[in-house]
């Protein structure tokens, strides 16, 4: 069974920057899409980035793009959301999901079926 574990949320100041990741197990790590999702209080959740398992294209929310880099490291079944600039919108609670499906990109939460516990991520202004 596949689980996942976040890591790296905090509480830090607008503008800072922030490294989250998510660390796999249970299953052949290259051959799953991984994805960021987050979900703020009182709002769904929304699509971050994907990185593919096989060649890890990647695909963001376009509003996302420039200031997040979600990466992987398959030797150590991890994937990477890296956050740069981060304004107090962007404060949640981020979920790393898993995916086997072959069709790219996969931007809905229900594309994915395994997920994390979530790590919080808080922007004082």
């Known amino acids: 069974q596949v689980q996942l574990e976040e890591s790296g949320g905090s509480l830090l100041q607008t503008g800072g920057s922030l490294r989250l990741s998510c660390v796999f197990s249970?299953?052949?790590?290259?051959?799953?899409?991984m994805g960021w999702f987050r979900q703020a209080p009182g709002k769904d959740r929304e699509f971050v980035a994907g990185?593919?398992?096989?060649?890890?294209?990647?695909y963001y929310e376009p509003s996302m793009k420039g200031r997040f880099a979600i990466s992987r490291d398959n030797a150590e079944n991890t994937v990477f959301l890296q956050m740069n600039d981060l304004q107090p919108e962007d404060a949640a609670v981020y979920y790393c999901a898993a995916s086997d499906y072959v069709i790219w990109p996969l931007l809905r939460g229900s594309s994915y079926k395994y997920w994390g516990q979530g790590t919080r991520v808080t922007v004082s202004s």
């Open positions: 249970g299953r052949t790590f290259s051959r799953f899409s």
């Open positions: 990185i593919r398992g096989s060649s890890s294209e990647t």
